[in-house]
């Protein structure tokens, strides 16, 4: 059975940084998809960062967090982090990691419909 965890959220301050870590077990990520979303208070979910090997390595970003967040993985050992500098109080939020069971074109790969297993969040809030 594959089981999604995340790790890595915690307050910081504006300007700061954090990493999160997404671990996957029972299910190789090297024909995967792994992508981060978040959702803040009030908010829908929406995508954040998103990383898929197909022969080669392809990575995207929300334009928000474009430049300042960072998707990085490795398929041999089933995990995925987020390097995210130069917090903003919007960034405030719980942080899922999503795996699918297939690779995911990258025209789709912000569409959270086409994961199918989820960790269960990670809080992460930037204080002004």
């Known amino acids: 059975q594959t089981q999604v965890s995340e790790a890595g959220g915690g307050l910081v301050q504006v300007g700061g940084s954090l990493r999160l870590s997404c671990s996957v077990s029972?299910?190789?990520?090297?024909?995967?998809?792994v992508g981060w979303f978040r959702q803040a208070p009030g908010k829908e979910r929406e995508f954040v960062a998103g990383?898929?090997?197909?022969?080669?390595?392809?990575?995207k970003y929300a334009a928000s967090v474009q430049g300042r967040f960072t998707i990085s993985g490795d398929s041999a050992e089933n995990r995925v982090d987020l390097q995210m500098n130069n917090l903003k109080p919007e960034d405030t939020g719980i942080y899922s990691c999503?795996?699918?069971?297939?690779?995911?074109?990258?025209?789709?790969?912000?569409?959270?419909?086409?994961?199918?297993?989820w960790g269960q969040g990670t809080q992460v809030t930037v204080s002004s």
């Open positions: 999503a795996v699918s069971r297939g690779t995911i074109v990258m025209s789709q790969i912000e569409w959270s419909g086409r994961y199918h297993y």
């Open positions: 029972a299910r190789t990520l090297r024909s995967g998809t």
């Open positions: 990383i898929r090997w197909s022969g080669v390595e392809q990575t």
